[in-house]
């Protein structure tokens, strides 16, 4: 290792790694986002009150029942075999996927099981209260969802989601398997031309690193733009005369 | 009299445990009744079957004519003609002050955000809390929330207002504020039904008060009559507790 060899490195290389980890980024966030989507709404159904023995809540019933199995399935497997098995899964059928979509719909998939449960426990732990106020000004349930819970709820996960894009930008790397042309898939390619291993790792763990970083700073920012000032504008006289 | 609320043979059970057993009572228009009793003979309950945040086991309870037990009753239009005020305040902890009186009469009774807001100010200048309009409610103290919850109740412009203890969760400094907002209110002429253990505050503004015990109603009559010389022996040893 030195540094003349991975400045040499970089200097062939450059193009070929910042490619690698724009889709890194690409495939991480498109992930968090969907998979936080898919979360939301399957922690949503779980919380739908049944009222006894009607047709809707035996259907609910069902759907909550299978939504359960995805998430168990996909919690309990590692994301380099779901990868496998999705992507060749697929291509068994003779529908060969794009490499990059079959890539976010694993990560998606992958997210969305753990932020189900993050969104269960979100709106679990709102306390009944904010429920029971909505439904004494006449809200229904899903007013009282939309206006008054999930907004909370989402403001409370917003921590477990940037945790999630993190993981997601690491976690891409396993991608490299179903030839997705994210980072590690483009630093392994280049360390087998110039058998300098170490040092073209080094590069692309220090990228990993800025954008890790950079992203945990984003985030910090984006909750305190979310939460407002800390002190409120107190209305003087002249205001509000 | 004309009869707002009217509750007949009310029976209300959590499992087998029957919190409140054939009640029979009834508020009419403009009259402040004060609801007393100790703690679990089912004040809270009664106070939310009346807005359905609980449902009767049995009885029914007849508003403006119409029973609201029926099937086919529209629990959302009845829960806005009741504004209810919490022990616990329940703000709506994503919005702001204005937005908390605001999104009710926006979304449930589909007024327009013009109409809704000066509503909504209206009500928070008479409790005092039109200047912090921008406000979070973690920015608040219990006075001042449990102010704003009443001015929240208000803005959806309710025929009827609950109150269930809306003192006993606040600093003793901050009782004073919310009961003078009360006082208000009743002077007023607005139709209250108020649980409360404020006895002096009970006696001063209520037309009525209803002493209830394990889940029935054992005495009901003027302030004078109750408070001062109250018939059944059970409501004398409430009032011996609690007044000493
Ligand atoms: N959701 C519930 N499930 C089971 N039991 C309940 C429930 N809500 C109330 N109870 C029971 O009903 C009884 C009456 O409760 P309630 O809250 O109406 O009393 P209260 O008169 O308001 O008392 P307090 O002065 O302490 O507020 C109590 O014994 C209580 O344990
Ligand atoms: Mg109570």
Redesign the pocket.
Known sequence: MSLESILSILEQNWPNYLKGAYITLLIAIFSTIIGALIGLFIGVMHTIPLRKKSFKSFLLKIVNFILSVYVEIFRGTPMIVQAMVVFYGIAAYGFVMDRFLAAILVVSLNTGAYMAEYVRGGIVSIEKGQYEAAEAIGMNHFQTMVHIILPQVIRNILPATGNQLIMNIKDSAVLSVISVTELFFVTKTIASINYKTADSYLIACVMYLIMTLTASQLLRLFEKKLDGPKDYNFQSDKKSA | MEKVIDIRHLN?S??N?E??RDVNFSVAKGEVVCLI????????????CINLL?TPTGGEIIYNGENILDKDHDVSKHRTHLGMVF?SFNLFNNHNVLKNCVVGQQKVLKRSKQEAEKNALKFLEIVGMDKYINAKPSQLSGGQKQRVAIARALSMDPDVMLF??PT?ALDPEMVGEVLKVMRRLADEGNTMLI?T?EMEFAKEVADRIVF?DK?VIVEEGPPSQVLVNPVHDRTKEFLKRTLK
């Open positions: 209300k959590f499992g445990h919190v409140l009793g100790s703690s679990g003979s089912g004040k809270s309950t009664l106070l939310r609980e022990q269930d203890e006993s649980v253990h209830m889940g």
